[in-house]
């Protein structure tokens, strides 16, 4: 069995709560895919006809999930992976007395464990960067003033050199 879950509660719950749900109702766990996604409101699901796929649905509040509705919902999908109709299914009868003892928990996001030295390391490449271009760029502006400076003196000079010629 396969479960492709996208949603933060924890993995190896669901798993659990599948297989005893799937064990129940005598199926094979064998080659199923079991896809667990978020929607608003209440739990529900999505099945094929005579195929090992299941979709259920979570509500993203934790707080609303009942361990029995999923149970009931997991039942009835695998009723219609067995090829039942609704009109073929009796909806009381949906036995989830297997269920009990089963809870999904939250999974907490992983805390990232921060490093002190690489944050700071990573900062001072960048503050290397910012000024090393700085810098640059100021060596192209000494470079163009330098040129200025140097043409106003040729001028000059020139300048003085012809009207002592003059003289
Ligand atoms: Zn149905």
Redesign the pocket.
Known sequence: MKVENHTIYNTRDLRKLFLAGLKHEGMDPKNYKIVVKYRKGRTY?Y?YYNRKWIQINLPKECYQLSIKQVARTLV??I??NRGLR?RE?DYKTIDTSWAEGYSIRFEKPKEKKRDIQLERFEHAKKMLDKYESKLKRQKNLVKKWKRKVYYYEKVFENKKAASKEKI
């Open positions: 699901g099945a009835h999908e009723c219609h609704h299914m």
